[in-house]
């Protein structure tokens, strides 16, 4: 059995990956710090910070015994291309299998967001794995299509209060709404924590709402070598 240790940024997400790998044959033990995001409107707050606090708690985690680290917030996974590099166990950021994914697919993709903290980086993660895709001849244009990002207003509050049936309903109006109004775009949601907003859409709608969840236990798979019990 592997050990996956798993970096949160809300106690929320751990029964999300919970469920997610309860079929494999793997221990989850999880690290929860919601200090970065409760800092990130402080006027002195730059990304030097959240640097820092990754890569320490990184460090600090694959000194306890683990075989792999999953981080799950994106806040967290936008400093991974650099913070990760020093780190001698696979590091997977929560929005990886999306990035495989959007590789693979040539379609016009829209990204939800509830925190507006993590639109940035997470976005800047999108293009270069776009870029990097058309770079390598994959596709035959000029230039890769460029993403839209769109934050859910009133939302991130909800779940960071603990209010989870709320955020749920918020979130589940939201991401409607904007497959609504971007027809024949992909939606993604972005973060974690709206995953079980968007497969509550795809079922009720039909309309297919993608997530880091849906993909996550298949990636493993391939990356880290899980296995189903």
Known sequence: MITIS?????????????????????????????GLDRLKHDVDFSD????DKVSQTLQWIERCHTDAILVTCTLFAAVLDQEAQNIT??????????LAEIQRMDNE????????????????RVNRA???????????VTEAPQPEAVCIPGT????????KEGYLAAVREGLQSIAGQHPGKTVVAAQLSMAPAAARVTVETGIAIHSPLALL??????????APQ
């Open 156 to 163: 991130f509050q909800l779940i960071m209060r603990g209010d």
């Open 48 to 51: 030097t910070i959240t640097k």
């Open 89 to 98: 166990i696979p590091v997977i950021g929560i929005d990886d299998p999306l």
């Open 217 to 226: 236990a298949t990636y493993l798979e391939k990356k880290v070598g899980l």
């Open 6 to 34: 798993c970096f949160h940024a809300h106690y929320s997400n751990i029964t999300l990956i919970e469920e997610a790998l309860s079929a494999y044959a793997v221990e989850l033990v999880h690290y929860v710090d919601p």
């Open 130 to 140: 776009l870029q990097q895709d058309y770079e390598k001849g994959q596709n035959f």
């Open 109 to 124: 993709y829209i990204f939800a967001f509830t925190n507006p903290a993590t639109v940035e980086g997470t976005m800047a």
